[in-house]
């Protein structure tokens, strides 16, 4: 395996306060990289900015040999009263990341409430075919069986698993090299992340790597080949699959006792 993904020593956040800082993070061909971490702790805004949807404040994230951000560190704010966004150039674009494969599944499966199955499968292809990457039409049905059954059904009808799936199906739908899901069982039953959890391993048969953020480690255990403890804005520990202690053990490590 060779390292498709390598995030160095990034640092970020929302202007003044930074969030998380020099983060070191490799990503194999093929393998599912797990993080996990309390809510607030900064898993997001480091999906974001790797995705280029928030700028850097330094470090590099290099997808595939390329470097995807402007060299250096972004300049610290002059003025409170000026548009500092309009006066840097953003260190990374979005477009960019996207058109380079890196596909970002945000948290909470944002879709279109009023828009069927099919009709949200449809946009998608048409959104990556406007991109420059779009997959097999059918896939999805193929990936997840249960969407077929449901494709008439607007996405507000659907159960919490099922949007889920739809998120990232519109997500395989872009042909990504990277798949990055943020939290996928945020508010599902242990049923449905039972279910959800066949979804992402029929992803991961398709040999598509995957950075996978959950707070569920049972979940995490069952799915990921490195497992990243996310504590305060840094990565404070990896260990392979066979490693990963219960979700207790994994508490009592952050903070000294079980949550
Ligand atoms: N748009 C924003 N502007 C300013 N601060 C934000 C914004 N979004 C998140 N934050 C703050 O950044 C910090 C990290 O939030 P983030 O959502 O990245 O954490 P997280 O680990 O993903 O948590 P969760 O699992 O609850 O999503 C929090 O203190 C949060 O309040």
Redesign the pocket.
Known sequence: MSALLRVERLSGG?EP?Q?FRDVDLVVEDRACVGLF?P???????LLRTISGLIDPWSGDVIFDGVVLNRPGERRSRSSRNLNYDILVRRRMDPTRVARAGLVHVA?GSPLFPELTVAETLSVAVTAARAGGRAADVDMPYVLFPQLKARRQSKARFLSGGERQMLAMACGMLAAPRLLMLD?PTLGLSPKLRVELADAVHAIRATGVPIILVD?DIEFLRDLVDVLNIFDHGSISAAMARADIPDHDAVMAQMFGGAR
Do not use: D
């Open positions: 929302y306060v969030v971490g809510n607030g702790h900064g898993k997001t805004t948290q939290e707070q």
